[in-house]
């Protein structure tokens, strides 16, 4: 279990032990780490702790997640996407298996300025994008039927939602948008 901080900021890149299982929340893994290595053994990471990544890679062992591109951390099977790579400006290519984005994939990408999440995304769970302080614009497709409330939460650039839905069709607008519901257009 890593339940801690990494205290040297002058590492780049970081291989975790085999016999690692846990990457608990308040462990940080600082700024300066730009690749990570997850094991075989790991079963649970918290995606705030990762979250300044640019590249990560599992272990093809490893039962639970798996890497695409080393760019997006997802689950095995391919359909959740825990994590994304830091570096990313513009969302417009999500493997395209990816039906559920999870709480805090996003989390603090401040590069991140627009997101397309085409077809099959199904749900987006609550601080999915929290505080990506450049986003200004999200749109979604017609396949989408949960937004988790908080999902867009201290993201204060957020001026734009597109979903590809009618009005009324997903419950808890705006979903944590500093703006509220004036952002939101729907198709009608």
């Not at 093809?60 to 095995?76: A, F, R």
């Not at 939460?153 to 703006?179: C, D, M």
């Amino acid at each position: 279990v890593i339940n801690g901080t990494f205290l040297n900021e002058g590492v780049n890149s970081i291989k975790l032990p085999d016999s690692l299982e846990l990457i608990k929340g308040n462990t940080t893994i600082p700024s300066s780490v730009s690749y990570l290595y997850i094991p075989k053994n790991v079963n649970a990471i918290d995606s705030t702790s990762i979250f300044k990544l640019k590249e990560i890679e599992v272990s093809e062992e490893n039962t639970k997640y798996k890497s695409i591109d080393n760019k997006y951390l997802v689950s095995k099977d391919g359909k959740t996407l825990y994590f994304a790579s830091y570096d990313l400006a513009n969302i417009n290519d999500l493997p395209e298996t990816i039906e559920t984005i999870e709480g805090y994939a996003f989390y603090s990408h401040a590069n991140l300025l627009e997101v397309n999440l085409k077809a099959p995304i199904k749900e987006i769970k609550a601080g999915a994008f929290d505080s990506c302080s450049s986003l200004r614009k999200i749109e979604v497709a017609n396949t989408i039927q949960k937004i988790e409330s908080g999902a867009f939460g201290r993201s204060n650039n957020l001026t734009e939602i597109i979903i590809h839905k009618k009005r009324g069709e997903i419950e808890g607008e705006p979903w944590g948008a500093v703006y509220g519901t004036r952002v939101i257009t729907y198709d009608e």
